[in-house]
C-alpha cells in the first residue's frame, strides 16, 4: 500500500455536474495539501491542511471546496467547474507544516487525479 | 513572477552519459532546494534536496550543485539509465512558506 492514495485516478465531469476527490495518507504525517498541475505550468499549490486545520488557501476559486475530517483524509469537492479546470490534482502530505522534518520542504506525493471538464 | 525556473522543457542524453538539469531562482530566502521525479501517471517522487548552506550534496549517482551567486542549482544525474527518463521538478522552500516549483525538464535517456 504507497503512503498517500488517491481515488478516483481519472474523472470525467460536466460543468454543472459535483463530484469529489479523495486522498488518504498512511504515512502518520500531520499536514495535508492539495496541488494542481496544468500542462507547462509549475505546481500550484491550492490548500493546505496541518493538524486538520486549513492554513492556506492560495486563491482558489470557491467552486473549489477543501474537507479534512482528520489528519489522514483529505476531500476536494467540484461543483460548476470549467473547461480550463481540466489538470491533473495532486494531493501530498508531509510530517509538519513546512514539509519533511524540521522543515526542509520535503513532501509525499500520491499518484494524482486526472480530471477532465466538459 | 516565476520564482524557480527551469528553461530547458526537455533533454535528450546517451545511457551511460551524464545528464545534467539546471534550474535559476529569483528568491534569495531560500533555505532548501529540492528535485523531484514524476513518471507519467504517477505523483512526484522526493529525489535529492541541497541546504543552501552547502554548495553540493551527493546521492549515488545524484549530485545537486548550488551557485548562489549565480542564483543556479543544477543535478547531475552520471552515469544515466533508462528508468531515469522521467520529468524533474526543481523547487524552492524557506521558512514555513510554501515550496515554489518549476515548470520541469523531460528527461529522455535513449538506449
Known amino acids: 500500500e504507497t503512503g498517500v492514495t488517491q481515488t478516483p485516478r481519472h474523472l470525467v465531469m460536466g460543468m454543472t455536474n459535483k463530484k469529489s476527490l479523495k486522498c488518504e495518507q498512511h504515512?502518520?504525517?500531520?499536514?495535508m495539501y492539495w496541488y494542481k498541475q496544468s500542462a507547462k505550468k509549475p505546481l500550484e499549490l491550492m490548500f493546505v491542511?496541518?493538524?486538520?486545520?486549513q492554513t492556506e488557501n492560495n486563491s482558489v476559486p470557491s467552486r473549489f471546496s477543501p474537507e479534512c475530517p482528520n489528519s489522514s483524509h483529505l476531500f476536494l469537492h467540484l461543483h460548476t467547474l470549467q473547461p480550463e479546470d481540466s489538470a491533473l490534482y495532486l494531493c501530498?502530505?508531509?510530517?509538519?507544516w513546512g514539509g519533511g522534518l524540521a522543515g526542509t520542504g520535503e513532501l509525499f506525493f500520491g499518484e494524482g487525479s486526472r480530471l477532465t471538464v466538459l | 513572477d516565476q520564482q524557480v525556473k527551469q528553461n530547458s522543457p526537455s533533454l535528450s542524453v546517451q545511457e551511460g552519459r551524464i545528464s545534467i538539469l539546471n534550474c535559476d531562482y529569483t528568491?534569495?530566502?531560500?533555505?532548501?532546494f529540492l528535485w523531484y521525479k514524476k513518471y507519467p501517471a504517477e505523483g512526484p517522487t522526493f529525489l535529492i534536496s541541497?541546504?543552501?548552506?552547502?554548495d553540493k550534496n551527493e546521492d549515488g549517482r545524484f549530485t545537486v550543485f548550488l551557485n548562489k551567486s549565480a542564483k543556479h542549482l543544477s543535478l547531475h544525474i552520471v552515469p544515466s539509465q533508462p528508468g531515469d527518463s522521467a520529468v524533474y521538478f526543481c523547487?524552492?522552500?524557506?521558512?514555513?512558506?510554501?515550496?515554489?516549483f518549476g515548470t520541469g525538464t523531460r528527461l529522455t535517456i535513449i538506449p
Open positions: 501530498a502530505s508531509s510530517q509538519d
Open positions: 528568491n534569495s530566502m531560500f533555505d532548501y
Open positions: 541541497i541546504s543552501s548552506i552547502k
Open positions: 523547487a524552492g522552500y524557506f521558512g514555513n512558506e510554501k515550496l515554489t
Open positions: 504515512l502518520g504525517h500531520n499536514a
Open positions: 491542511y496541518n493538524f486538520k486545520e
